[in-house]
């Protein structure tokens, strides 16, 4: 079992949709998750990050955590053809297994069409 | 400016040679890591240094070898280079304990 899962996609949304990506994690200590954003071509950047069950909001994007199942997701409201890009979920260890050790999923390729 | 920085960008190389991949953050951060970024954009970690000190080493063939010379540093050497090594190789900082990872722009690298 991979420690970190997501479906590699492509998800395709129509412009002004919601998209949603998911991710599961085997580690039930895992402390922190992020959702990190990558454009073809170009290095990771962090989008948003979640430590506390529930939910957390930024904008246009909210993350969702469920540690009872170990699941995490993203939903980008109001999706534009900027939002095209690979997101990738990543999962911090506990502090005594993985120490600062950032785990990443394959990632979700979201393509937003006109 | 630049944040975290790689060099170089691109490195195309044929299989046997050695070669060097650097690294520099200016942010003063104390943790930095190496990541191997495959063809199916598979993110994995290779290596981790805080203050100089290795504490993530995965299972990473002996070629590879990460230097340090101070934290704000860290390199990356790989000896006798195979066709599998071609990938884009992904330096990151970030202070142990703090949310965000910032990554260096990628070193695309392809043995031939």
């Known amino acids: 079992q991979k420690e970190v899962e997501q479906n590699s996609g492509p998800l395709s949304v129509p412009e002004g949709a919601i998209a949603s990506l998911n991710c599961t994690y085997s580690?039930?200590?895992?402390?922190?998750f992020f959702w990190y954003r990558q454009y073809s071509g170009k290095s990771p950047e962090l989008i948003m990050f979640?430590?506390?069950?529930g939910d957390k909001e930024d904008g246009r994007f909210t993350a969702q955590l469920n540690k009872a199942s170990q699941y995490v997701s993203l939903l980008i409201r109001d999706s534009q053809p900027s939002d095209s890009a690979t997101y990738l979920c990543?999962?911090?260890?506990?502090?005594?297994?993985?120490?600062?050790?950032?785990?990443f999923g394959t990632g979700t390729q979201l393509k937003v069409e006109l | 400016d630049t944040a975290v920085s790689q060099t170089p960008k691109y490195l195309v190389t044929q299989m046997g040679n050695d070669k060097s991949i650097k690294c520099e953050q200016n942010l003063g951060h104390d943790t930095m890591y190496w990541y191997k970024q495959d063809s199916k954009k598979f993110l994995k970690i290779m290596f981790s240094y805080n203050n100089k000190e290795l504490i993530i080493n995965e299972t990473v063939p002996n070629r590879f070898s990460p230097k340090s010379p101070d934290k704000a540093h860290l390199n990356l050497h790989i000896n006798s280079l195979e066709l599998g090594d071609s990938a884009v190789y992904f330096c990151?900082?970030?202070?142990?304990?703090?949310?965000?990872?910032?990554f260096g722009q990628g070193t695309r690298l392809t043995v031939v």
């Open positions: 990151a900082s970030r202070f142990r304990g703090d949310t965000e990872a910032f």
């Open positions: 990543a999962v911090k260890g506990r502090v005594t297994g993985g120490g600062n050790k950032l785990t």
């Open positions: 979640i430590y506390s069950n």
């Open positions: 580690d039930r200590g895992s402390q922190s």
